[in-house]
């Protein structure tokens, strides 16, 4: 069974790039789009954007502006760039492993990783 | 964008209960809703997908429904464990969207 281990920096100052790495352990990487999402605190659940493993993406139009996605297939890994944060942006971020290419639900989520951003 | 209502926003039941939740789509889209599980400092739990197929090792006791714009959710014989934060999501068109959450508390 796929498991999804991410990892990053949880405290931000504003202005600075959100750096975020989710790493995939078992199963296929090939094959499926990686998602990244977001919580804010209390809040409800927002899609930032997701990526394959040939480096084709696709992106939320709300954060495509600031967002970047990228793969290491040699590594299994994706990660999330997210540039110029502000307090808005402090959330719980999720990677997700989706099941399959073109409208394939999530399936697998990883554990989660608090951002904080604050001066 | 597509918008997903859930209704209601949250729901008292007790134990042994049977529940529905609700979610409306802003425009069909055919049967591409999934259904997710949150926990309090948890990652949501997939449960079901294609609007009524379950996820492996969900148990029936979660059923989905719809097609088009409305779809349910529905637990029978409630448990505690069952007691969480429910989720849909459209998977049919970019950006995928979340419903707001539906909060369900034990009377």
């Known amino acids: 069974q796929v498991q999804l281990q991410q990892w990053g920096a949880g405290l931000l100052e504003p202005s600075e790039t959100l750096s975020l790495t989710c790493a995939v352990y078992?199963?296929?990487?090939?094959?499926?789009?990686w998602s990244w999402i977001r919580q804010p605190p209390g809040k409800g659940l927002e899609w930032i954007g997701e990526?394959?493993?040939?480096?084709?993406?696709n992106y939320n139009p709300s954060l495509k502006s600031r967002v970047t996605i990228s793969v290491d297939t040699s590594k299994n890994q994706f990660s999330l760039n997210l540039s110029s944060v502000t307090a808005a942006d402090t959330a719980v971020y999720y990677c997700?492993?989706?099941?399959?290419?073109?409208?394939?639900?999530?399936?697998?989520w990883g554990q989660g990783t608090l951002v904080t951003v604050s001066s | 964008d597509i918008q997903m209502t859930q209704s209601p926003s949250s729901l008292s039941a007790s134990v042994g209960d049977r529940v529905t939740i609700t979610c409306r789509a802003s425009?069909?889209?055919?049967?591409?809703l999934a259904w997710f599980q949150q926990k309090p400092g948890k990652a949501p739990k997939s449960l079901v997908y294609?609007?009524?197929s379950l996820q492996s090792g969900v148990p029936s006791k979660f059923s989905g429904g719809g097609s088009g714009t409305d779809f349910t959710l529905t637990i029978s014989s409630l448990q505690p464990e069952d007691f969480a934060t429910y989720y849909c999501?459209?998977?049919?068109?970019?950006?995928?969207?979340f419903g707001q959450g539906t909060k369900l508390e034990i009377k």
């Open positions: 997700a492993k989706e099941g399959g290419y073109g409208r394939f639900p999530l399936t697998d």
């Open positions: 078992g199963g296929s990487f090939s094959g499926y789009y």
């Open positions: 990526i394959n493993h040939s480096g084709s993406t």
């Open positions: 425009q069909g889209i055919s049967n591409y």
């Open positions: 294609a609007a009524s």
């Open positions: 999501q459209q998977y049919s068109s970019y950006p995928y969207t």
